[in-house]
C-alpha cells in the first residue's frame, strides 16, 4: 500500500526501472554545477571543502549576544548568523510602549549603531561571514553593519554575507512587515543597486521557504511560494532599469529540512531545477551564476518537542542530513532545548558538533549528489516539481505574488495543509515520538536559559543617554533627507547611512519612512 508524502503524493513501497520510463537524464540531470543544476551548484560540492556552517543567535542585550558569538566562533563555526528582537524586526526602538515585553526576547535588541558596534566588537568582519534575519528595516541593519566594518577599517567590498530582506513571507507567514508591499519592493531594488554599487559581494536578499514551511506548508509549496516570490523580486529590479544578470547572481533563498529524507532531498532538487528553467527561460540571464539556485537551510523548528527534548538531538540530526544530502550551500542546525526556551551554550554547541559529524565522521561528503539516478529520488523530485509548477501557475493566474498574496492565497493554501497536520497528529495517523506515541509518566525537569527582564530598562538608559549626547540637528536634518528621498525616487539608502551615522535609532529612521509610505494593514483586519 503506498503511502503519502508531506506534500500528499504517492510513495511506493518498490521503485523500478518503470518509474522513470521516458526520463531523459541529460535534460533532468546535466552534471553537478551545470544548467539545470539538480545535482548541485558546484561542479565538487562538498569534496573540496563542506559547507557553511552557521549557527543562529541573538538575545537579550548586545554584550550577551557578542559573547555567544565569540564562543560559536571558538567552537568552529565557519558564519555567524543574527536573530533580532522583534521592536527591531518592526523597526521599533526599545524604549517605545509598543516594544513592552518583548525587547531582547527571541533576538538581541538593536536600537542604533551604539548596540551594532556592541554586537561585533573584536570580531573581523573582513573574516567571517554574517546572515541577518531581518526583513522589512533589513537596510537600517545592513548599513549599521557597514559602519561598523568601516569603524574597524574594513572596506564594504570586503563584506560577505546575506541580509533575508524578504518581506513577501512577511504578508504570507510570519507578520514582522511595515510597509505596504509596493514601496517594500521599491525599498528592496533599492538594496539591490546599493549593493552594487557599494557592496558587491553581499547577498542582497534570502528568499525565504523556511517560514512558511513552520506555519504548514507542504514542501511543494514551500519552494512553490518561496520562488513565485523570488520571481516578483526579480521582476521588480528589472522594472527599475537593472539588468537581470548584474543581481541574479547574488539573489539567495532559504529552505527547512524536515526529518522525511527522500521527500527533503527531492525538494532541493526540484527548486534548483525550476528556477534555473525561469531565469533562464522567462528572464533570459546569460550568466551562470544568475541561474544558479543558492540556499541556507535551517532544521524544522516546528518539528522540535518540548516532551523528552533530548530526542530533538535525533531529529536535528536526520534533518541536517537531508539538507546535506540535498546539497545546500550553509546549515543552521537547532539546538534541542529550542521547544522550551532559547539555547544553552552546551545546547548550541552540541548543535554544531551535529554538523560537525556529519562533515567529518560520515562519507556523504565523499562524492557528489549520492542520491543521482535513484528511481525513487528521481521520480520524487518530478512530482515534487509538478506539484510545484501547478501551484506557481495558480499564482501566475492571480496575477503574480503581490496580488495573490492580497487574495491571501497562499495564505489559505498553507493553513489548510496546517490543519491537515494536525489533525493526522491527534489522530495518532502521524506518529510524533513522545508527543501522542512512547510518552513518559513525567517528564523529567529542564532548566532553562531565560533572558532578564531587565534588560528593557536598560536599553532605555543607553536610548535615553544617546539622545542627551548626539548632535540633534544633525539627526533631524539626515532624517528629512530621507524623507524627500522616500517621496521621490532617489536610492534611500545614502540618506539613511547618514542619519544611521548620526545617530539616528532604528524607530526614528522608520517612522521617517512609515510618515511617507504608511504601514500596511492585512485586509482580513478589516
Not at 186 to 199: G, Q, S, T, V
Not at 298 to 307: E, M, P
Not at 472 to 500: F, H, I, R, S, W
Request: hydrophobic share 40%; proline share 5%; net charge negative.
Amino acid at each position: 500500500m503506498a503511502r503519502e508524502s508531506e506534500s500528499g503524493l504517492p510513495i511506493e513501497p518498490v521503485y523500478g526501472p518503470e518509474a522513470l520510463e521516458g526520463w531523459d537524464p541529460a535534460e533532468k540531470l546535466g552534471e553537478p554545477g551545470s544548467y539545470p543544476f539538480t545535482r548541485g551548484v558546484y561542479p565538487t560540492m562538498y569534496t573540496g571543502r563542506p559547507w557553511t556552517m552557521r549557527q543562529y543567535a541573538g538575545f537579550g542585550t548586545a554584550t550577551e549576544s557578542n559573547a555567544r558569538y565569540k564562543q560559536l566562533i571558538a567552537n568552529g563555526t565557519m558564519g555567524l548568523s543574527v536573530a533580532f528582537d522583534l521592536p527591531t524586526q518592526m523597526g521599533h526602538d526599545s524604549d517605545a510602549p509598543i516594544a513592552s515585553g518583548e525587547v531582547g526576547k527571541v533576538g538581541v535588541a538593536i536600537d542604533s549603531i551604539d548596540d551594532m558596534r556592541v554586537l561585533f566588537g573584536g570580531i573581523p568582519l573582513d573574516k567571517v561571514s554574517t546572515s541577518m534575519t531581518i526583513n522589512a528595516p533589513a537596510a537600517l541593519l545592513l548599513l549599521l553593519y557597514q559602519l561598523v566594518a568601516e569603524e574597524q577599517g574594513v572596506s564594504a567590498d570586503k563584506l560577505t554575507g546575506t541580509i533575508q530582506n524578504d518581506v513577501l513571507k512577511e504578508y504570507i507567514a510570519r507578520g514582522t512587515y511595515i510597509f505596504p508591499p509596493k514601496p517594500s519592493l521599491r525599498l528592496i531594488a533599492d538594496i539591490f543597486k546599493y549593493c552594487k554599487a557599494e557592496i558587491p559581494k553581499w547577498n542582497t536578499i534570502s528568499i525565504s521557504g523556511y517560514h512558511m514551511a513552520e506555519a504548514g506548508a507542504s514542501p511543494a509549496q514551500e519552494i512553490a511560494f518561496t520562488l513565485a516570490d523570488g520571481i516578483e523580486y526579480v521582476r521588480t529590479a528589472v522594472a527599475a532599469g537593472m539588468d537581470v544578470d548584474d543581481f541574479a547572481p547574488r539573489l539567495s533563498f532559504f529552505f527547512v529540512a524536515r526529518t522525511t529524507i527522500l521527500e527533503e532531498v527531492a525538494k532541493f532538487r526540484a527548486a534548483r531545477r525550476i528556477w534555473a528553467r525561469v531565469m533562464k527561460e522567462e528572464f533570459g540571464a546569460k550568466n551562470p551564476k544568475s541561474l544558479m539556485l543558492r540556499f541556507h537551510t535551517q532544521t524544522a523548528g516546528v518539528q522540535l518537542t518540548a516532551q523528552q527534548p533530548e530526542v530533538n538531538l535525533v531529529r536535528v540530526a536526520v534533518q541536517g542530513l537531508a539538507a546535506v544530502l540535498g546539497g545546500t550551500q550553509s546549515l543552521h542546525t537547532n539546538s534541542f532545548d529550542e521547544a522550551i526556551a532559547l539555547p544553552t551554550d552546551k545546547s548550541a554547541r552540541l548543535a554544531l558538533r551535529t554538523q560537525q559529524v556529519l562533515a567529518y565522521e560520515t562519507d556523504v561528503t565523499a562524492t557528489v549528489d549520492p542520491f543521482a539516478g535513484s528511481y525513487v529520488i528521481e521520480k520524487m523530485t518530478d512530482d515534487v516539481e509538478a506539484a510545484a509548477r501547478e501551484l506557481m501557475e495558480k499564482v501566475e493566474d492571480l496575477g503574480g505574488a503581490v496580488n495573490a498574496i492580497e487574495r491571501g492565497f497562499q495564505k489559505n493554501e498553507i493553513e489548510r495543509s496546517a490543519y491537515r497536520i494536525a489533525q493526522e497528529t491527534d489522530s495518532g495517523e502521524r506518529v510524533v515520538v513522545g508527543v501522542n506515541r512512547f510518552q513518559l509518566d513525567e517528564e523529567e525537569p529542564y532548566e532553562p536559559l531565560r533572558v532578564d527582564p531587565a534588560i528593557e530598562a536598560q536599553q532605555a538608559e543607553r536610548l535615553a543617554k544617546l539622545r542627551a549626547e548626539r548632535d540633534q540637528e544633525a539627526v533631524d536634518t539626515a532624517l528629512a533627507a530621507l524623507k524627500k528621498a522616500a517621496e521621490g525616487e532617489d536610492n534611500v539608502l545614502y540618506p539613511m547611512k547618514d542619519a544611521l551615522k548620526a545617530r539616528a535609532t532604528v524607530g526614528e529612521v522608520c517612522n521617517a519612512l512609515r510618515e511617507v509610505w504608511g504601514t500596511y494593514v492585512p485586509s482580513d483586519a478589516f
